[in-house]
């Protein structure tokens, strides 16, 4: 949210505080934590539709797959995100760049980079295999190995 400059758009990033259904986050918050709004969650679910699919594939170059990402869950969203800001967008449209544009970027880059972590540990794990010497500690100490 804080990369958003946008009052509008930092607003329709998160729900009402009183607008949530879930019991464990009222326990737990202590009024730090932001719930994300519906059409945030639905982005982010599509993201990681995307990034599943993108796992296995070898010839995108390292620094366009985030961009590649992007376009990808861009083509797959549907329009209705964010219509309630629909007069907003149109208020803020500077030829091709939008707000709404903007968001939707923002919101996939900023998942990929939380995601990107995860998938390269867990790829390098699967390639790196079963270490001996993490299996078998004891018996390696005991026998001076």
């Not at 505080?17 to 326990?27: C, E, F, S």
């Not at 170059?61 to 990402?69: G, H, I, L």
């Not at 209705?80 to 760049?97: K, P, Q, R, V």
């Not at 390098?124 to 100490?141: H, I, M, P, S």
């Amino acid at each position: 949210m804080s990369k958003v400059q946008c009052v509008h758009c930092a607003h329709a990033l998160v729900k009402p505080k009183t607008d949530h259904k879930y019991g464990l986050l009222n326990i737990k918050n202590n009024g730090g934590l932001c719930i994300p709004s519906n059409d945030v969650i639905q982005i982010v679910r599509q993201c990681e539709v995307i990034l599943r699919s993108f796992v296995h594939i070898k010839h995108v170059k390292p620094n366009e797959w985030e961009n590649v990402v992007v376009s990808k869950v861009m083509m797959n969203l549907p329009s209705t995100l964010f219509s309630h800001l629909n007069d907003h967008f149109i208020e803020t449209c500077n030829g091709i760049d939008t707000h709404y544009y903007n968001l939707l970027k923002l919101i996939c880059s900023q998942f990929i980079k939380l995601r990107r972590f995860h998938v390269v540990r867990l790829t390098n794990l699967a390639l790196q295999g079963q270490c001996v010497r993490q299996k078998l500690t004891k018996t390696v100490l005991f026998q001076n190995q």
